[in-house]
């Protein structure tokens, strides 16, 4: 049993930052990958940005030089430093791992936080 647990969204102004933050906790034995998605209603989820376990990043374009993700490996926590949002922002905030789950040794397995909401409004 894995659980990721995410904190941090709200409402913000144009302009604004806010930082979400993931905390992955259960029977871990690692984890690969982390992530953070966004999905709006009526729109696909899409990868907003991935860090591996070794610290490389990916973004999309949409965010890049605006958005920052971050890890600490000690913590099993993931975190979306979110610099000058735009209403093109708003979204649902999926947190997302691939773990080594311990009940299977090195079988890997993806697990997902519950979501938070983020709104960008005036």
């Known amino acids: 049993q894995v659980q990721l647990v995410e904190s941090g969204g709200g409402l913000v102004q144009p302009g604004g930052s806010l930082r979400l933050s993931c905390a992955a906790s259960g029977s871990i034995f690692s984890i690969v990958d982390m992530g953070w998605y966004r999905q709006a209603p009526g729109k696909q989820r899409e990868l907003v940005a991935g860090i591996t376990s070794g610290g490389t990043t990916q973004y999309a374009d949409s965010v890049k030089g605006r958005f920052t993700i971050s890890r600490d490996n000690a913590k099993n926590t993931v975190y979306l430093q979110m610099n000058s949002l735009e209403r093109e922002d708003t979204a649902v905030y999926y947190c997302?791992?691939?773990?080594?789950?311990?009940?299977?040794?090195?079988?890997?397995?993806?697990?997902w936080g519950q979501g938070t909401q983020v709104t960008v409004s005036s």
């Open positions: 997302n791992a691939v773990v080594q789950v311990m009940a299977l040794g090195i079988s890997t397995r993806s697990f």
